[in-house]
């Protein structure tokens, strides 16, 4: 599985950002999928993760009402809409998948993106 992700960049505090990430190589409605963020000097930390349909969502506490997740099964697509970004979600993100369940465990998935850097100024 090759996995893509997309959309990093510099954000003002406050604004919004919209990472993708393209799957290729196994058939996608059958990975769980999530993201993941590492901020700088941090350990690698959960933030999202959406089931093989779409229809469950998991957010970590700081995420919650303020990103996320989908997926487009037909596209081999998952994104992660973040609003009202704040100077601590600073971070390299990161896709990734899970084929047999999905969840906040980074060491359950089996596949993972390259990162796309997001930077919140103040």
């Known amino acids: 599985v090759q996995l893509q992700a997309s959309g990093g960049g510099l954000v003002q505090a406050g604004g919004s950002a919209r990472l993708s990430c393209a799957a290729s190589g196994l058939t996608f409605s059958r990975l769980g999928m999530g993201w993941f963020r590492q901020p700088p000097g941090k350990e690698r930390e959960f933030v999202a993760a959406v089931s093989r349909s779409g229809a469950l969502t998991y957010y970590t506490n700081s995420a919650k009402g303020r990103f996320t997740i989908s997926r487009d099964n037909a596209k081999n697509m998952v994104f992660l809409q973040m609003n009202s970004l704040k100077p601590e979600d600073t971070a390299v993100y990161y896709c990734?998948?899970?084929?047999?369940?999905?969840?906040?465990?980074?060491?359950?998935?089996?596949?993972w993106g390259q990162g796309t850097l997001v930077t919140v100024s103040s």
């Open positions: 990734a998948a899970d084929e047999l369940r999905v969840g906040p465990r980074l060491d359950e998935y089996d596949y």
